[in-house]
Structures are given as structure tokens and as C-alpha cells.
């Protein structure tokens, strides 16, 4: 019996100490980090979608600039589109298409920034499109011309004035460019142009009107001049730090596309007009030395937010991102490496002749059947006396409690005979008279030690 229990102890503390397979707690940290970075993706990719319709590099439409962004990575051009102004400080030619009614400030804080990082091109809006209803399996961002706004953007360049000529006589018949290229525009009758000081032009209607044009700000842009058919200044190296000539060399250009149907979906339908785009945008490369191109959306209504995920990764947060890291990398190594002997907890029922009875007893208490075990209890305590007094085994009670008796009337002659005390005990009912029965039993047993 000792055996038995000391066994069934050890088996049970072994269970209880490792409650779950080692596989199986690998499986839940696994699934529960795949969900937590599943979860830092869709914070990181909430953004609303690109093709809606509007003026920028992602839009379909008549008005955007899907087919720009593809000319230029098809022409060998790294293309990247952006919704933040951090991503505006990369190296390359930088496209802005702000909404009509963007913040003139903030454009000018982006212009001034990149004047030493790389050119910036900045594209005018007109048309106000709308999304065309999806039916007859008609592509995704396509969209309808339902008329004009022209920018207005107090805060940057506020020397430049921007028109929209669509008076009768005064239409643009197309572009050209002063080394004899020319091209349609797919609206004549709405052709928005230019006006101010320090202007280059680019590009130009048949009558004169600036369509995109330069900034002539003391930079060197061999590469812009040379489309403009200016001659470019004479560099003298005996210049100050950072200037040959009187020229700033660590200038980059802003060139001011007043026309947006020069680079815009509607626009570069025309071969031509494509080539023209695309020759702006190399020229603008050439003088900076990179072949990245970078489409802002933020400026477009396309502007994200920073995420939880952006943040994690980027200074200051970046260094308490690897120190948690570092840190569920030790935890995870110390939880599968154990040091020192295994604890193991003690058994709920600890062996033992002396527990068993007290368990045996609460489960009779507890179940309310102590009247039971009455007779049986005097039956044994019969026996124990019989052997012990010498006794003949086997006989009937009715003979054994006499000799009992008188044996105990020798020695003791004031206690209560035995057979009136079995009596008492077999006929007990209540728990108290059973007990107290059993207590006086018990005492007699030990008189007759």
C-alpha cells in the first residue's frame, strides 16, 4: 500500500510540473509573434488607397501621373512614391502635385530644404475630375473632367502668378520647346501658364505664354540650360568655397510646371509630349547627379500619418525597440535552458498508513455514513481482545464478551463491562454517541493491555 502511494505521489508531481509539451509552448510563442507582427503590417499599411482618382503619381486618370512615374522607371529611373515629408529628403529629383488648396508654407519649407539634397519639380493642378462609377469592366481610377481650379498656395512664390488664358483667340495650339520641338496639348482652349521674375522658360505656347520653366537663382544647371537654349555660365574655379563664377555649385534646381497636361495621364497620350516629360525629368537628373525619382502623395490629400510600426523603428524610439528585442531574446533562451536540478512540487496526498486513515475517515465524515461502521469497529476490537487474552478464535459473541468481562471485572473492577459498551457502540446512531462509544471501547482495550 505504501508502495502504491509513493508511487502514484511521484507520478503526480511529475505532471504537475510540466503541465504543458515544450512543443506545444513553442507553437503558441510562434503563432503569437506571427500575430503581433501581422498586427504592426496592417498599422504600418492602414493607408487609404492611392487610385482614387486624384492629381498624383498613383491616379489612373485623366488628371494623374500613374503614366509619368512608369515612362521614367521603364527609362531605367529608380521610381518611388512617398506620403511623408521624410521621404522627401532622399536624393534625386523630387515631384511635387499639391491640391489647389495646399499649404503654400509648407511647400516652400519642402522647396528650401532640398535646395542642397536635389531638384525639385513642382506640377500646377487644373482639371477637377471625379471617379468614373465602375461598370462595363471599366479599369479602376478612371475618372470624368468636370472643370478648372487653379493653385493657390500664399507662401511660395509669391513673385509667380498663375493664369488660365481660355479666351477666344488666345488658345495655346500645343507646346514647343526653343530647340524646335513642338506637340498638342489635348485642350487648347485651357491652357494655364506662367508669369514672373527670374523665370527660365522650358516649355512654351506658339504665342509666348510659359508652360514650365526654371528658377534662374545663381545655380548651375548645364543640363536645364541647354534645354532652354541659354548659354550656360562660364565656370571660373577660382570662385569662393562652394561657388565657381559667381555660381552656387551646391544649388539644385526648381523647375515650375505651370501646364500639368505636359506630364500628366491626359497629356502623355501623345508621344511626343511623353519625350518632353521625360527629357525634363533627365535633365533635372543629369544636373544632380542620381537616377532616383521620388513622387510625393502627401501634398495630393495622400499624407500618412507616422504608425506604430514607422515609429519603432526610427530614432529615438529605435534604441528602446532593440534593447525589448535583445530582451525576448534572453527571456526566450532562459526558458528553454533550465539551470540547476528540477523542482518538482510535493504530492497533493502525501504517503503514509497514518494519511490514509485521516483521508478515509474525512471522506466517511463527509459522506455521512459513520453509523455503518459501528459493528464493524467492535468486531475488530472483539478480535484484537480474543487474541490477546488467549482466547478461542471463531466463537460466538454471545460466548467471548462473558470471559471478557470477568477478565476485565479482575482487573478493573469500576469500569464498564464490555459487552454493555459494545452494546452501546452498535446501537449508536448520532456521531457524538458513536464517538463517545468508540472513546470508551478504546479505553478498555488499553485496561486490558
Not at 521603364?74 to 502635385?97: F, I, K, N, W
Not at 510659359?210 to 537654349?229: E, I, M
Request: contains cysteine; hydrophobic residues 45%.
Amino acid at each position: 500500500m505504501s508502495t502504491a502511494d509513493t508511487h502514484a505521489g511521484g507520478s503526480s508531481a511529475g505532471g504537475a510540473s510540466a503541465p504543458f509539451a515544450r512543443g506545444t509552448v513553442l507553437a503558441l510563442l510562434l503563432v503569437g509573434a506571427a500575430l503581433f507582427v501581422g498586427l504592426l503590417w496592417f498599422l504600418g499599411h492602414s493607408a487609404s488607397p492611392a487610385n482614387n482618382g486624384g492629381g498624383h503619381a498613383s491616379g489612373r486618370g485623366l488628371n494623374g501621373y500613374a503614366a509619368l512615374a512608369a515612362l521614367a522607371q521603364e527609362d531605367g529611373y529608380t521610381v518611388a512614391r512617398t506620403r511623408s515629408e521624410s521621404g522627401m529628403e532622399q536624393p534625386g529629383v523630387l515631384v511635387l502635385t499639391p491640391l489647389p488648396d495646399a499649404d503654400g508654407k509648407a511647400i516652400a519649407r519642402i522647396v528650401d530644404k532640398r535646395r542642397t539634397i536635389g531638384p525639385t519639380v513642382i506640377i500646377t493642378p487644373k482639371w477637377q475630375a471625379s471617379l468614373l462609377p465602375r461598370k462595363e469592366k471599366r479599369p479602376r481610377g478612371w475618372t470624368r473632367i468636370n472643370g478648372v481650379s487653379l493653385a493657390q498656395w500664399p507662401g511660395f512664390a509669391d513673385d509667380v502668378t498663375v493664369s488660365l488664358n481660355g479666351e477666344k483667340g488666345a488658345q495655346g495650339h500645343g507646346w514647343r520647346t526653343a530647340d524646335g520641338r513642338s506637340g498638342p496639348l489635348p485642350n487648347d482652349k485651357l491652357v494655364v501658364s506662367g508669369t514672373g521674375q527670374a523665370l527660365v522658360p522650358l516649355v512654351t505656347t506658339s504665342d509666348g505664354r510659359t508652360l514650365a520653366a526654371y528658377r534662374d537663382d545663381n545655380g548651375y544647371y548645364p543640363s536645364l540650360d541647354r534645354l532652354a537654349d541659354v548659354e550656360p555660365p562660364t565656370v571660373e574655379p577660382s570662385g569662393p568655397e562652394g561657388e565657381d563664377g559667381g555660381r552656387n555649385m551646391d544649388l539644385h534646381p526648381v523647375i515650375l510646371v505651370f501646364e500639368p497636361d505636359l506630364m500628366d495621364n491626359y497629356g502623355l497620350a501623345n508621344r511626343p509630349t511623353a519625350m518632353l516629360a521625360l527629357d525634363i525629368l533627365h535633365a533635372a537628373a543629369v544636373d544632380s547627379g542620381s537616377r532616383a525619382i521620388t513622387f510625393d502623395l502627401s501634398l495630393a490629400g495622400l499624407g500618412g500619418r507616422p504608425n506604430l510600426l514607422t515609429l519603432a523603428f526610427e530614432p529615438p524610439f529605435l534604441a528602446a525597440t532593440v534593447g525589448l528585442l535583445l530582451t525576448l531574446l534572453a527571456v526566450g533562451w532562459r526558458a528553454f535552458c533550465r539551470f540547476g536540478p528540477p523542482r518538482t512540487a510535493p504530492p497533493s496526498i502525501p504517503p503514509g498508513k497514518t494519511t490514509l486513515v485521516a483521508n478515509s475517515a474525512a471522506l466517511i465524515r463527509r459522506a455521512g455514513r459513520l453509523h455503518l461502521l459501528t459493528v464493524p469497529f467492535v468486531d475488530a476490537l472483539r478480535e484484537r481482545l480474543v487474541a490477546r487474552l488467549g482466547l478461542r478464535r471463531g466463537a460466538a459473541a454471545e460466548q467471548v464478551d462473558p470471559l471478557i468481562d470477568a477478565h476485565l471485572a479482575r482487573l478493573h473492577p469500576d469500569s464498564m463491562p464490555f459487552s454493555i459498551a459494545a452494546a452501546q457502540l452498535a446501537a449508536a446512531h448520532r456521531p457524538a454517541d458513536a464517538v463517545r462509544a468508540a472513546q470508551a471501547l478504546h479505553t478498555l482495550e488499553k485496561d486490558l493491555a
